[in-house]
């Protein structure tokens, strides 16, 4: 029985840790980004709560405590709750009829042809690029050129494809000047309305904390135009400076369904692709189904490429 009680009497402060935990996962919407948009940088990394959830559950363990181990249940619960759909395998199956491909291959890229070389080697029908530079938009074109006949690009974005295009024209994010293209692309099971975009970059630091507006405007200007589209089949490709969490890109998200979450595997984070963190590079879609969607590997640039398999 003193063992018994012993057990009630250690891990107040674990249990407490745990009960902070689940109040942030219930109620991060809550969170206001008011105050340097501590909101959407917490749904951005929103994921990896996981962690701490996992430290916690440990702690409990170890020191022997009911009071941490029914608490850290609360959190655990959850977490589950809002991902374990995400991280189980054998999502999404059967055949497919397009391919795309997004990747943002950095203004800075040292060898675009070798980046260009793994992307067609991935076999997509479709590739948007984002953060082209205008001194190596050429090399891109040529490189591309044989694997993708068509073309469009506006900006610093741009979309390849074997399919014939048409409607392309730009898409205005608000920001005066092009990042961001729709075009309809004439795939054999179908046309389909695509859509590429790099939102403004988002920036995290001492003085300022987590700055989004600027992109938090453009995701509004993106969603109005995908909100008025005619064509029934869409598909976003793009590097959204965000992640699907972030309540800041609602009016994209609430439209479109991830393809990663639907057929894919994990949280398949993009960035930097060095260790990836986040997954802020994206296909999103409506009236298509996802087969597969998988994160490729590193190929020179600071974001990893992510593809998907979908059913017109």
């Given at each position: 029985m003193q063992h018994?009680?012993?057990?009630?009497?250690?891990?107040?402060?674990?249990?407490?840790?745990?009960?902070?935990?689940?109040?942030?996962?219930?109620?991060?919407?809550l969170i206001p980004n008011g105050v340097r948009n501590l909101g959407s940088l917490l749904e951005t990394f929103l994921p990896w709560l996981g962690l701490p959830i996992l430290v916690l559950a440990t702690l409990a363990v170890i020191r022997r405590s009911a009071p941490a181990g029914i608490a850290v249940f609360l959190p655990a619960i959850l977490w589950l709750g809002m991902f374990g759909e995400i991280v189980l395998p054998a999502k999404g199956g059967g055949e497919h009829n397009l391919r795309v491909l997004t990747n943002n291959v950095n203004a800075n890229n040292p060898?675009?042809?070798?980046?260009a070389h793994r992307i067609i080697e991935a076999d997509p029908d479709v590739v948007a690029l984002e953060e082209m530079s205008e001194s190596q938009r050429d090399t891109?074109?040529?490189?591309?050129?044989?694997?993708?006949?068509?073309?469009?690009?506006?900006?610093?974005?741009?979309?390849?494809?074997?399919?014939?295009?048409?409607?392309?024209h730009p898409v205005d994010l608000r920001l005066g000047w092009d990042r961001a293209l729709r075009a309809v692309v004439h795939a054999p099971g179908?046309?389909?309305?695509?859509?590429?975009?790099?939102?403004?970059?988002?920036?995290?630091?001492v003085d300022n904390g987590f700055t989004a507006d600027q992109r938090d405007e453009s995701?509004?200007?993106?969603?109005?135009?995908?909100?008025?589209?005619?064509?029934?089949?869409?598909?976003?490709?793009?590097?959204?400076?965000?992640s699907v969490y972030d309540r800041a890109l609602s009016p994209i998200t609430a439209q479109l369904d991830s393809a990663q979450a639907e057929a894919g595997q994990g949280f398949g984070f993009t960035w930097p692709a060095s260790f990836?963190?986040?997954?802020?590079?994206?296909?999103?879609?409506?009236g298509v189904s996802?087969?597969?969607?998988?994160?490729?590997?590193?190929?020179?640039?600071?974001h990893r490429p992510v593809a998907a398999d979908l059913r017109l």
């Open positions: 018994l009680a012993g057990t009630w009497r250690r891990g107040w402060i674990v249990a407490g840790c745990a009960l902070v935990l689940a109040a942030v996962l219930a109620f991060h919407s060898d675009p042809s070798a980046t891109w074109a040529g490189a591309l050129a044989d694997a993708y006949p068509y073309r469009t690009v506006r900006g610093t974005v741009g979309l390849w494809s074997r399919y014939p295009l048409t409607g392309a179908g046309d389909v309305a695509v859509y590429v975009a790099h939102m403004p970059s988002v920036r995290l630091d995701a509004e200007a993106l969603g109005e135009a995908i909100a008025a589209e005619p064509e029934p089949r869409v598909v976003l490709l793009g590097d959204l400076n965000g990836p963190l986040a997954r802020i590079d994206h296909v999103l879609f409506k996802p087969t597969h969607a998988w994160v490729l590997p590193a190929d020179g640039s600071d």
